[in-house]
């Protein structure tokens, strides 16, 4: 038997109760979302924050070697130590300063040790002047190929 009023007031805090328990469900449920996010959120700043320190690591050691290749150049660059010594050097070696005096900016420094070397090179001529046609190369062709 069926009692109208009662019944429709059973059936309604069924309904509320059954309510609320979902809006209960949903809300945790997004709290739960919220908080993994968060760690996930967190979890990335600390790995950002590792980046950043590595980051600024590398450009630390990447000055320091920087400025002790400006060092070496500006040494080397006293009158005469270029063509006192160029001429005593392989090839091999004349290009690695060049090289090196080269990428810190000092490309009138790398020009100066590869003419010096030139002067008395022993080695196959095309390396410092002469092209496999004869002609002259162009240091600063001959810089920008090093370089590269």
């Not at 924050?49 to 040494?75: C, F, P, S």
């Amino acid at each position: 038997m069926r009692i109208p009023f009662v019944s429709d007031t059973l059936y309604r805090r069924k309904l509320r109760r059954e309510l609320i328990n979902a809006a209960h469900h949903d809300y945790y449920r997004a709290l739960n979302e919220n908080e993994a996010l968060h760690a996930e959120l967190r979890a990335l700043r600390e790995q950002s924050t590792q980046v950043l320190k590595a980051g600024a690591d590398m450009m630390a050691e990447n000055t320091a070697i920087t400025q002790a290749a400006l060092d070496l150049a500006n040494a080397f660059a006293k009158s005469g130590s270029a063509f006192d010594i160029a001429p005593s050097l392989t090839c091999f070696e004349v290009d690695a300063l060049a090289r090196l005096f080269a990428a810190v900016g000092r490309t009138d420094l790398a020009r100066k040790w590869l003419e010096d070397h030139a002067t008395e090179d022993t080695e196959a001529a095309y390396l410092h002047g002469i092209d496999d046609d004869g002609k002259p190369i162009d240091l600063d062709d001959y810089l920008v190929t090093l370089a590269a």
